[in-house]
């Protein structure tokens, strides 16, 4: 006698895992359109900076477009050193974990040539620097114990040399680079990846008003450039991609020369 066949239950695929992600400085510019282009891209986020009423309009319009809540936001100055540690542990419990970290807080003072001012420099240093070895060393050593996990630093070309204009920005954009780099050498035999963002002019509150921006792009597509690059598990990206031969060119102008530019 044949036993009936049972009917096979339909194969389903299942959902992909919702994966998590903190952006620092996720208020406005880069920060903002990395944040909605993630949350398209699958991520739950925690949102960071010190503007709440712009963390709170983002995170509206990005769980108003998701239909639920994959954005909440903390009110966070970078230079609060000390509070850090806790704070991602706080929020690491909120989003049940951690995959993507994303540090992209950073300011800068136009400053005019004849200006020496150690004030704005401190500033300077505080956020895009100190800042990021705050948030960077725990977040590694998570990283590091969980053996996966991917940390994006948002530097800049300006980090390739020192120009006239900026020193302070120019010194800590070089250290955050060379601090990523570090960090990659030291966890990719963990299995985690280090993507350095080495951005060229993007259209934000940063360079609102700045003359002559050579190559220039909006801040939704150095997003989605960083994005790919994230997908791809880059580790060194120019953005707009041109600049990696503008700063090519700029490394080797001799300094008999540069030091004549004025830019
Ligand atoms: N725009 C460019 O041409 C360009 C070029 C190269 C590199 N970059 C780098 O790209 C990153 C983003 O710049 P952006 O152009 O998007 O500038 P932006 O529009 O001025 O945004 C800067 C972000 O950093 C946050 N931030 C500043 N100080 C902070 C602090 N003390 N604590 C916490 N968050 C802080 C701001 O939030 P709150 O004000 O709400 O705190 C904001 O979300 C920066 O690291 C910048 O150096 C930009």
């Known amino acids: 006698m044949v036993e009936p066949m049972e009917a096979k239950p339909a194969l389903k695929s299942p959902a992909p895992p919702t994966r998590r992600a903190i952006i620092v400085g996720a208020s ?16 739950s986020l925690a949102l960071l ?10 995170c ?20 609060d050193y000390d509070s850090v540690p ?3 542990k706080e929020i ?7 995959d993507l970290f994303i540090y992209n807080a950073g300011i800068v003072f136009p400053s005019g040539l004849k200006h ?9 240093t505080e956020v895009n620097y100190m800042g990021a070895l705050a948030w960077l060393n725990p977040v590694a050593g998570l990283f590091h114990r969980q053996k996966s996990g991917q940390i994006v630093g948002i530097s800049s070309v300006a980090g390739e040399r020192g120009r006239v ?16 780099e570090a960090l990659r050498n030291r966890l990719t035999r963990r299995g985690v990846h280090v993507l350095t963002v080495k951005a060229g002019y993007i259209l934000t509150d940063m360079t609102a008003g700045r003359k002559n921006l050579y190559f220039a792009i909006s801040a939704e597509r150095a997003a989605a450039e960083i994005c790919r690059a994230i997908r791809r598990r880059r580790q060194v990206i120019y953005v707009a991609p041109i600049w990696r031969l503008v700063m090519f060119v700029v490394r080797n102008i001799p300094s008999i020369i540069f030091r004549r530019l004025t830019f």
Not at 52 to 57: E, I
Not at 92 to 98: E, F, I
Not at 116 to 124: L, S, V
Not at 165 to 180: D, E, R, W
Request: charged share 25%; proline share 1%.
């Open 28 to 43: 406005r510019g880069i920060g903002a359109a990395l944040a909605r282009r993630l949350v398209a891209e699958g991520y």
């Open 49 to 58: 900076a010190r503007q709440a009423d712009l963390l709170d309009a983002l």
């Open 60 to 79: 509206k319009e990005i769980n108003a477009q998701a239909g639920e809540t994959r954005a909440s936001y903390y009110v966070h100055d970078v230079t």
């Open 86 to 88: 806790n704070l991602l």
């Open 92 to 98: 690491t419990a909120a989003l049940g974990g951690l």
């Open 116 to 124: 020496y001012e150690f004030d704005k420099d401190r500033r300077i």
């Open 165 to 180: 204009g900026t020193p302070a920005y120019n010194a800590s954009k070089a250290a955050l680079s060379t601090y990523l």
